[in-house]
Structure formats: structure tokens, C-alpha cells
């Protein structure tokens, strides 16, 4: 699976040439950058010729320092980007605007790390410290949008930069009551998308947000169970996403700093949609 998996991966990461005064291609830069992450290894792992096998060996394997200095470069992020949302284009394809879910999973990290970025704040009924990602996806799988936080950071605040331009892909959006507030509502207005959500000690008052209002309504009629059970299933996904052999397993102990952290699950989350690919593809 893991040679097929990587066929795909060299279809999908476009051709590019270096740029003026560039020895490597942002391609270049960003394939080895999955070679180390597809086998949950460091950069600098992937910079030697020996950890590559000889078929699948780039013809030239730049210094663990350009990989270092490259990755936050426009380039390489821009081409990330690119290939995260042709992979989303291609996974949707066909698929009929229906229900999407926003949740988050927490990333966590040692008590004693030094790491600046990190916070403290809740994940699985208890405290700890580290990041967390915000995803949205489909009935399928498909994360269509993410983003890396610190752990403290309140799930509303990434929601309102997730939340819009999702018309394309859903009509309604599940989540749980961390994502009630009435700045998210705001958001949504004059948008063809609705959030569902519980209330927060069930309550809302009369100088809310009307859409709460008509989630205490709502809330109270039997379809709120289905929109419980959507949410359940949909969010089986997580699971899945951990369980596969590249999957997210952790944070590994070189990969600390928000911009490392968000490195690091962008490339893992290319891979699990390169995963859900495969079976579909004919290159």
C-alpha cells in the first residue's frame, strides 16, 4: 500500500522548476518533506540518500538546512495548498451539498517541553498542553478545511475562518456546544449554510442571536436526534484517520512550534486524502 500510495502522491505534487537562485524546486522540497512524514520520521532523516529506496529516490536530495529554510517559503506552502485543495476538488466531485461536521482533536505534548507555542488548555475531559486541529469534513471523510491552534484557544475563534466559503460543500454544519455562540451565528448570516449545535446549559435568552432561538426550537423536536446520530457517524472519521499505518499517531518529539505543528498535520492530512484516492485512481 505504501508503494501505491506514493505513486499517487508524485501524480498529485505538481511539476514546478527552482525559482532565480534556487537549487531545488518546491516540489523537490515538498516530497521529501512526505517521505519523512509518511514514515513518521525527521526531515533530516529523509535528506539521506540511504532511507530512500533506489526506485523511489529523487535524482537529488537537498541539505537537511534547505528543507529547514524552505518549508515556510511561499513557494513550497502555495504548492501545499494547491494540492490539498485538488485532492478536496477531486474526493467531492459529483458529491450533492449535505452535511458537514466541525470538531477538533487535540495534539498533545509533554508537561516539560519547552515549546513557546504550546498552551494549556482542555482536550479529553482532562487538562494538558499542546495544539489542537480544527477540521471540517464531509459524510466521506474528506477534511475540507483546517486550521492549528494552541490549545487555549476557544474552537469558535478557527470556526469563524473555517465556517465561511463552505457553500459549496454543505448546507448544514454539526457541532457540539463548544461551538455555540452567537459571533459564529453572525458569521453565517446572508449565507446558504446553517450551523447546528447544542445550547449551552440550554438556554438562550430573548437578546440572542435569533438562529439560537431557532436552535431551542428545533432542539426540542425529534430531529435532533438525527442530528446527533449524523454527528456520530460522520466523526468515526478522527478514528480512522489514526488508524491507518501513516496515520496521525501523535505528535513526534521533533515536531514542536506552531508552524512545525501545522507542517506536520498538513502533510499528514494530504496523505490520508491521497489514502482515500487510491482506490479511485487509474494513473
Known sequence: MEDRLWDIVVHVVPADKPAVHQLFSSREILLVM?????????????CQAENWPLARRLSRLP???????????????????????????????????GTCVIDGMPLMINDFSKDPDAR???????????????AVFDGQGVVLRFEVCSLNVNER????????????????????GN????PLHQSL??????????????????????RRLQLKRLLAKPIAAKLRQARTQVERQFGLFGNLGFGFKGLPNWVRRLHRVTDWMS???LLYHTYKLAPFHCG
Open 120 to 134: 494549556n488548555g482542555h482536550a479529553h475531559r482532562h487538562w494538558g498542553r499542546g495544539y489542537k486541529l480544527h
Open 179 to 182: 461551538y455555540d455562540g452567537a
Open 267 to 269: 502533510l499528514k492530512l
Open 189 to 210: 448570516e446572508g449565507r446558504p449554510i446553517k450551523l447546528y449545535t447544542p445550547l449551552i446549559r440550554n438556554q438562550a435568552g430573548p437578546r440572542t442571536h435569533p
Open 34 to 46: 512526505l517521505w519523512a512524514v509518511l514514515h513518521d520520521r525527521p526531515m533530516r532523516w529523509a
Open 63 to 97: 541539505h537537511p538546512s534547505t528543507v529547514s529554510r524552505r518549508r515556510r517559503h511561499p513557494g513550497v506552502q502555495n504548492l501545499l495548498s494547491r494540492c490539498h485543495a485538488e485532492l478536496v476538488e477531486c474526493l467531492t466531485a459529483g458529491n450533492c451539498r
Open 157 to 176: 475563534v478557527p470556526a469563524i475562518h473555517l465556517l465561511p466559503g463552505l457553500e459549496r460543500h454543505a448546507r448544514r454544519v454539526l457541532g457540539d
